[in-house]
């Protein structure tokens, strides 16, 4: 199965900022909807942001509002996460995903279960420590 391809991870400091990257092309049919999820070891794949190319909204999750921003370059098939301000428990595994329902993103939330995005990406490990 193909999957998108992520980059950017890294370790950095509390305070610090790291873009991750996500590159769409290998999706050859419409889709309306691009996502990020954490995951910890352990835990359950967290939705931290999504963004609704029909509509254009856009949802960020409390911890990360304010502090993520969901971009997308269509000329260029590339999705970012630009994470600012990073925290010790921004501490996790990220993915991209991409769905084709539109009404799996909206102001008010995402879609949080994995089965409704048709493709994912590999995982960047994001470290926040001093």
């Known amino acids: 199965q193909k999957q998108l391809v992520e980059s950017g991870g890294g370790l950095v400091q509390p305070g610090g900022s790291l873009r991750l990257s996500c590159e769409v092309s290998v999706v050859t049919y419409p889709f309306y909807v691009i996502a990020w999820f954490r995951q910890a070891p352990g835990k359950e794949r967290e939705g931290v942001s999504c963004l609704n190319i029909y509509d254009g909204a856009s949802y960020y999750e409390d911890s990360v509002n304010g502090r993520f921003t969901i971009s997308r370059d269509s000329a260029k098939h590339m999705v970012h996460l630009q994470m600012n301000s990073l925290k010790p428990e921004d501490t996790d595994v990220y993915y991209c995903?991409?769905?084709?329902?539109?009404?799996?993103?909206?102001?008010?939330?995402?879609?949080?279960?994995?089965?409704?995005?048709?493709?994912w990406g590999q995982g960047a490990q994001v470290t926040v420590s001093s």
């Open positions: 995903a991409v769905g084709i329902l539109s009404s799996h993103c909206s102001r008010a939330g995402l879609y949080s279960r994995p089965e409704g995005y048709v493709y």
